[in-house]
């Protein structure tokens, strides 16, 4: 058994939300600590319990978005991931703003969903692949040019990390850095190329051709 990881799961339809809840307690290395049926409710739970991943259902009442900017703002250490039926890029976008780290498409598999927030809870994002290819079409049409070419070669190190998964205090591991200065490379990043997220940059990286923590480190 691994490190237990704890989970809130919020979707206002009970049916689906004891199958949620039943799907995800099925795997020895998840547990639900706490369910919600509206946004209110489910920021409270994440308050009240901590846990490490918030499963989101986008059209809760009061907005699963909603939802998301008031945990990532109050519990910051939860991970949310959205679980819509909507594939639509604005949606997806928005989620990320709200500061989601998982954006999952309701016809997922409970085996596929139990690894999915398993990875976010290890520091990895997830997109939809339909919505994710959509969005790096999207990145290939309006910006033809490298968006990456401003940064130094430190920048293009964290970023290539970024598109692998990594979390900053993982890159600074990688790096040699101090998580405080990664978090100061991740916003000058960010703002050199002009995105609101790290998702946004990765699915950027990918279009770029650069690796996903393709280089294994060096023996000294």
């Not at 990532?72 to 989601?100: C, F, H, I, N």
């Not at 070669?153 to 405080?180: D, P």
């Amino acid at each position: 058994m691994g490190v237990m990881i704890r989970i809130l799961v919020a979707d206002d339809h009970p049916l689906f939300l004891d199958g949620l809840v039943a799907t995800l307690n099925a795997d020895e290395d998840l547990e639900v600590v706490a369910t919600a049926g509206d946004a209110s409710a489910a920021v409270s739970a994440a308050r009240d319990h901590t846990p490490d991943v918030a499963l989101l259902d986008v059209a809760m009442p009061g907005g699963g978005l909603e939802a998301a900017r008031r945990i990532t703002e109050t519990a910051p250490a939860t991970r949310v991931v959205m679980l819509t039926s909507s594939e639509s890029e604005d949606d997806l976008v928005a989620a990320m703003q709200a500061g989601a780290k998982g954006y999952v498409l309701k016809g997922v598999a409970g085996r596929e969903l139990r690894g999915i927030l398993k990875s976010v809870h290890r520091g990895e994002t997830y997109v939809a692949p339909s919505l994710a290819f959509g969005m790096i079409r999207g990145l290939t049409r309006q910006r033809p040019v490298d968006p990456f070419a401003d940064l130094t070669a430190r920048e293009r190190e964290v970023v290539e990390l970024v598109a692998g998964g990594l979390s900053n205090a993982e890159i600074g591991g990688r790096l040699g850095l101090a998580e405080k200065t990664v978090k100061h490379y991740m916003t000058a990043i960010l703002a050199k190329v002009e995105v609101g997220s790290r998702v946004e940059l990765a699915l950027m990286a990918y279009k770029a051709g650069l690796a996903p923590a393709a280089r294994e480190p060096q023996d000294e």
